[in-house]
């Protein structure tokens, strides 16, 4: 029999413990041997709730326990959870969590402890909700050179645009609504404002690249910005607008970024609708490759982070996580990527298309009805730079944004 703990009886933590007992015989089999549940560390009680006896408030408990070999930290922040996880890690035991905060943070030194002590760091949960990811690129693709990784990685914020984009809702009233259904968070900054995205994006590009990548240096705009008026000149483009968190290697240069952009009908996001996430990867040898499913929720959640249990289980005395340096991977500004982008600017369009080219060269012009005074048009492929100053010479842009091109 395997012990284990569970750190943290919330919605992820309670998750955990429903998937352990609905699907009890087959998480067995699977691991290998009978998995336990048998201490869950909360300040609360929960009095009637079968987990009451397993309760306890100090983790002293747990650390010292010599019978407990993995530990589940779905606390989430970065204090305690850090120091509960190196402790348990530094005294021989597994951890596996669906902290991306932590992970982001500290990934390579957890993962580092853990390879050297013949144990595992696993993290499956922390990006994409229960959409098998990390265990593809850690052990799926290493054949490969990765080079490109965009992903839908936010639930609520996909959900809001999927709402406005049905309804031609602006997002302050689709915000409120989703709030009311539990579907956003009472304080949604960390997913509307693209941190939580940016976030799993560092993740992922960490073990892609293989190297550190610091979310504070990924260039983050959210969702704030999108109005009714956007999704028209959308629709009337054939495309969707999505927030994408990427990551690219081009030559010798790593861009991230993480933004909402205009998607035509042939990319394999443009249909990635409600809550649901995707992450699309392209590798040198493989090509093209995408990982879709229920990117965030209680079950899924779960789902994820018991399957690194059963893992950690098979691997008791094996590192299976593949190395992530904590040498930190300098990022390219973004000033140097290069994209189309669809602009909104004041004027008439037949008295202001030709001053618009002048300055921006060709250009496809784009108007819808219900806007007054404004016009739209999409550049060519052009560099970050390059729109800022020619988006300054014209001097009546109302807003942009990015066009993703496949
Ligand atoms: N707030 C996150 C989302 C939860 O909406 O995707 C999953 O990480």
Known sequence: MIQIAVLGYGTVGSGVVEVINTNHSSINKKAGEEINIKYV????DFPGDTIQEKIVHDYNVILNDPEVRIVVEVMGGVEPAYTYTKQALLAGKSVCTSNKELVARHGAELLEIARERN??????????????I????NSSLTADEIDEITGILNGTTNYILTC????????????????????AERNPEADV???????????????????????????????????????????????SIKLLAYSKKEGNCFYAMVAPALLGPNDPLYSVNGVFNAIFVHGNVLGDAMFYGSGAGKLPTASAVVSDVVDEAKHLHRSIMSFWSSQKLELTDISHSRKPFFVRA??????????????????????????????????????EAEYQEKAEKLGTVISRIRVRTV
């Open 119 to 132: 144990i595992n760091y696993l993290f499956e949960a922390s990006c994409g909700g229960g959409i098998p």
């Open 41 to 44: 560390l909360d300040l609360r």
């Open 164 to 183: 406005m984009f049905q309804e031609g809702a602006e997002f302050d009233v689709v915000l409120k609504r989703a709030q009311e259904l539990g579907y």
């Open 134 to 137: 990390i265990r593809p690129l």
């Open 193 to 239: 404002e693209g941190y939580d995205a940016c976030r799993k994006i560092a993740i992922l590009s960490s073990l892609a690249f293989g190297q550190q990548v610091d979310y504070e240096d990924i260039y983050t705009e959210g969702i704030t910005g999108i109005t009714a008026a956007d999704i028209l000149y959308a629709k009337k483009l054939g495309m």
């Open 346 to 383: 004041k004027g008439e369009l037949s008295r202001d298309l030709p001053k618009v080219q002048e300055i921006f060269g060709p250009v496809t012009p784009v108007t819808v009805e219900g806007t007054q005074g404004e016009f739209g048009f999409v550049t060519e492929v052009i560099s």
